[in-house]
């Protein structure tokens, strides 16, 4: 499918002056996509030049279309000497390639220098027209749908979520060409800049491919990183969620148009698996060939070399099947009946059931309603891996098969919970010189099958006007056999059916539900440790490293059950643990959002016990320590109206009884498999929650947690999409980016110091935060999101970005209006009987002894045939400890009976407003551009907009900056450098946002903002790297004017979902 | 531990209007915290010293970061690098260019120039304003003034499409210019008394009635120029009180009409002969660029401060210019009606302003 790219430059302003002799510039610009260059003429001695160019023409495969941004260069020209260059815009014109997004771009961009920032704006309009061509060995995905969203968008309704997508490109950093020993910086960040635009367009691409290769036509939760390897390479990595999505106001589910090359697809049936333990399968799996019926390295001239982890380490599992492997028991051939009689009602076409996951990972964090059936805790795994000593550096091979291993772990984890998927995945790096230690995290869940496979919907639908199913609170009941669980928990009945048993704590990934039942409100909780490391070289390091993480998980864990505890609440959502390497430390941050769920049991309160109980003055201390441990939980309980009603023990039934002794939970390090450390992560002591002080360390501790300052009456925090408890948003919002680099004095290094340095850093920045936007009290700071660097020796930077979000504090809950956002996501509800089902699964399924995963992996590691001795010592072996997190996991998730009031009617309203909505808006949005006034954009890390209806998704914005100095003081100094160009990155994307005819970005993250800086050369160097989904908003106040007309063009304007163009 | 750096950047630019204020004022960051420590702020939000220096901070280097936007207004609503409410512009645009009256007297009618740049020192010490801000203030009116110095059309208008200004704040800025091209004398000690209102009353009199804008809508320099023609022409005026007929004459008028009006008949009596003398030469004079500037000390000398000597109320500073003005009408060897009108109508506006104590 080849296309036609049309650029026409109108004008430019602002320009700077360029000829100091006449104090003015000749400007001219050159429009370069590909090979290809066009120029225009050039507008003699103005600084607001009028080019008004013909159309510049480009003919071009889509597959071009799809990797290469265009590069629009203006220039100063020089009649003797060389043109000098003024600055680029980069344009990425993926939103273009597909048919409900923008149909044009046209709009001022600010001109971008990486030495001098922006200079001055362009006026460029963008067209492309894209020529059908159905090419079945096509290497494009034009028309693949992509969202930074981790939901389902709001105007779609999903058909089917296929499941995980992931793709990695290297290349090798130009930076660290030898080409950049002679080269001007300038052209050494363009360089770079360039290429990461290239591998972000290369790597959507692919995953387009595989998009179209499961029929889904969108990719949700996508989630994109790169890495900055150093000598070994620059790698782009993306992982998201496949989904087929229906636009809301088609009226009948669409299935992908066929465009994608499945009939090459051999079928791949449910496995069955022969092996229950997966993991005896390294590298050089036989399976491997089970891949992609096109290779895509095959074609492609550029360097970067394309991934596909289908090095599948793994036989495949059914992901459908919802069961954990062989396991399944009857409760996969009863989805496999369900499988089949859909196949067999699509008239018997085998293909689209083409291939299972591999890996049954979902980037979501909220779920249509229903989907989750389970929570079963968070899993997390961490590997250390040393970056020279990758074979083969310029190819991906290795970086996959280091993620497939992180993730082969993350899927045994779920499945010890008893789960067979994991929601809320992400996965992250933290780089070090020489290493690397990648991350991953999720949360273990049982989901609702019906939403993995196509053909049942429709049904689903109908049943669901049937059906008038009781609130289910399955999704708060534990997935495991409460006799083999997996780690020790305390477990009552579910305090809200009573029926079944549910932890006391619960840890996820994810988002809230949005029909849990919540006591009081929310709050952000952070655990903050940093530990110091010797330096180290290469395996040395790494076994430090590797040494000290547990130790790390383990405090975080217990800091963060700590302060839960001590805020009164029972669970915490959307954890979000990062571990930071330096040189010479470690630096663990973990946040979430506590909230007190109705069907938890109460927490506990904190106890502490001295341990030299004659001392009296001790004791004394102790007591007090105890008194003032206790009045924090009272004050934050009234602080979070947390008052759940009074139940008897009779209610709630007999206790269950301990579980036995294998709540001792064996772990080990791989290096040191003599040395056998038992840790007990569980907390799960009934009454309260022992501190033993014993020693100064533990004192630390104990003041630490009083440490933690509420914020400022009428603030409050999550770092979730919306804060539990508040639902009257009104429309003010301000998003934030704040930096903040402390330098550490090399005399006071010592952990307690350091951990002081930086929780003083923490709270210090949110203390700044809430003094800042005291102006919007009452407000709740959403989707804080804390991001920890160690840039230098000495440095520990701490980058905030989150939204400020102001709510009505008179105004009653608005309850009609969350209900309302409920149902429109309800797609389909389950019965019963499918809710309980794993429950009774797992009971047979789980073996005897809970932890045979780690010990096989170990054995399986050692005796892994793929790897070769050499590089296995190298590539240190973290994946064992992963096993323990899946300890401190905890679980279930709570469905309340209230919730399910009101639906189906408000349903068919608000399906009805929706169509009409988007049909005017189309009028409505074209004067914004047209105006000269700059239009204001709204940014926010949320996937909605307060007040407002998003009715349009524009297309994704990744975008990623240099910006360098070598003037740093010139610039006001690091900060004056720094804040320069974070409100120039905004600007650009509110730019690129406001061209492609939007006036928001949702779901917005800053997902790297790396820093470095050298004083005494007066330098300093940043990279920010961004994204979000632009898009339209309308107002619900002008909504409501609209919807009050008659309903006239609204087909027309709404595609339907499945349609993809290619 | 120390904090290396520390940014804020919101998608709205915060903007405090307090810090804004201090930040305009020139105070240092650290003179700006004490004073916002002083104003209670901690106590009523619980917030420390140190956040309140990384707030301050952050609002400076936004500020500073502003200002060059601020040089030229209309950048500002164009720019995309901030993102700020439509009110908070012309907020942060209006007080930029407000300025201080202890400063503004202090430089009214002086040339805009590198000279008198140097004396902000003295200025800053004699009126307590800091240096900074007297420099910022100072560098507003030489870019408005080298903006609209040549350009045509109403000085007001130009200075309000260029300078995104309130209609009020616009029309100081016209006085401002007027005086520092025409380089009126203000700074003198008799002056002293006079408020930058006052001149400004003047000036706006002034650039309506005396300039070449008030003849031809279509000439360059129209409002800031005086109009040289009819600064010649007012030695025509001279035959007023050189010829003894006509004085008396005049004289004679002005007392029948307002004898038993005045509460100071007989002084005005006494004195009208030298009080017309005073306002007929100061006319005569203004062919000389010199005595242009100086008209202000010549009004106050040979008008307000014999007026004053003699205690005449406002009231009667007003029937008596009234009638003075009037009465010419009726000598009937005065031929210059019309430019005594333009004359004395601007002339008899600004006195009634200029007496005051």
Known sequence: MPGKLKVKIVAGRHLPVMDRASDLTDAFVEVKFGNTTFKTDVYLKSLNPQWNSEWFKFEVDDEDLQDEPLQITVLDHDTYSANDAIGKVYIDIDPLLYSEAATVISGWFPIYDTIHGIRGEINVVVKVDLFNDLNRFRQSSCGVKFFCTTSIPKCYRAVIIHGFVEELVVNEDPEYQWIDRIRTPRASNEARQRLISLMSGELQRKIGLKVLEMRGNAVVGYLQCFDLEGESGLVVRAIGTACTLDKLSSPAAFLPACNSPSKDMKEIPFNEDPNPNTHSSGPSTPLKNQTYSFSP??????????????????????????????????????????????????????????????????????????????????????????????????????????????????????????????????????????????????????????????????????????????????????????????????????????????????????????????????????????????????????????????????????????????????????????????????????????????????????????????????????????KKINDTIAKNKELYEINPPEISEEIIGSPIPEPRQRSRLLRSQSESSDEVTELDLSHGKKDAFVLEIDDTDAMEDVHSLLTDVPPPSGFYSCNTEIMPGINNWTSEIQMFTSVRVIRLSSLNLTNQALNKNFNDLCENLLKSLYFKLRSMIPCCLCHVNFTVSLPEDELIQVTVTAVAITFDKNQALQTTKTQVEKSLQRASTDNEELLQFPLELCSDSLPSHPFPPAKEHLESASSNSGIPAAQRATSVDYSSFADRCSSWIELIKLKAQTIRRGSIKTTVTVEKASPMSEGNFRNRSAPPCANSTVGVVKMTPLSFIPGAKITKYLGIINMFFIRETTSLREEGGVSGFLHAFVAEVFAMVRAHVAALGGNAVVSYIMKQCVFMENPNKNQAQCLINVSGDAVIFVRESELEVVSSQPPTANCQSSCPGGDVTT | MTNELDIFVGNTTLIDEDVYRLWLDGYSVNDAVALRVRSGILEQTGATAAVLQSDTMDHYRTFHMLERLLHAPPKLLHQLIFQIPPSRQALLIERYYAFDEAFVREVLGKKLSKGTKKDLDDISTKTGITLKSCRRQFDNFKRVFKVVEEMRGSLVDNIQQHFLLSDRLARDYAAIVFFANNRFETGKKKLQYLSFGDFAFCAELMIQNWTLGAVDSQVDDMDVDLDKEFLQDLKELKVLVADKDLLDLHKSLVCTALRGKLGVFSEMEANFKNLSRGLVNVAAKLTHNKDVRDLFVDLVEKFVEPCRSDHWALNDVRLFLNQYSASVHSLDGFRHQALWDRYMGTLRGCLLRLYHD
């Open chain 1, 297 to 626: 390295s095959k074609s492609y001239s550029r360097q970067s070399s394309s991934s596909d982890t289908d090095l599948s380490l793994t036989p495949k599992t059914g992901m459908g099947s919802g069961s954990a492997g062989k396991e399944g028991g009857p409760f996969k051939a009863l989805l496999r009946q369900q499988t089949q009689s859909a196949l067999e009602q699509r008239g018997g076409s085998p293909h689209r059931f083409c291939r299972r996951r591999e890996f049954p990972f979902f980037t979501l964090t909220a779920f249509p309603p229903g989907f989750l059936v389970h929570v079963g805790g968070v899993v997390s795994a961490r590997s250390v891996k040393l970056l020279d000593r990758i074979h083969n550096p310029d190819e991906p091979e290795t970086r996959d098969a280091w993620w497939a291993e992180i993730r082969q772990e993350i899927k045994s984890h779920a499945k010890a919970l008893g789960c067979h998927a994991v929601v809320g995945y992400s996965e992250s790096t933290s780089i070090c010189e020489e290493v690397c230690i990648l991350s991953a995290s999720g949360t273990a869940a049982v989901l609702n099958p019906r939403f993995l496979q196509d053909g049942t919907v429709e049904s689903c639908l109908e049943q669901r006007l049937e059906e008038n199913l009781p609130a289910g609170c399955g999704f708060c009941h534990i997935p495991y056999d409460e006799l083999n669980m997996p780690f020790p928990a305390h477990l009552t009945y579910c305090y809200n059916c009573r029926k079944q048993k549910v932890p006391d704590v619960l840890f996820t990934t994810i988002d809230l539900p949005i029909d849990a039942t919540v006591i009081g409100k929310g709050c952000l909780i952070q655990a903050r440790l940093c530990r110091l490391k010797k330096k180290a070289q290469a395996e040395a390091n790494a076994t430090a490293i590797s040494n000290l993480l547990p130790f790390m998980e383990y405090e975080v864990h217990t800091q963060l059950m700590n302060k839960l505890k001590l805020k009164g609440m029972n669970a915490l959502f959307g954890l979000r643990i990062q571990i930071t390497v330096g040189e010479n430390m470690l630096m663990g941050l973990a946040s979430a959002t506590g909230v007190y769920l109705a069907a938890l049991p109460t927490p506990g309160g904190i106890q502490i016990a001295g341990k030299t109980p004659n001392d009296g003055s001790y004791e004394q201390h102790v007591s007090h320590m105890q």
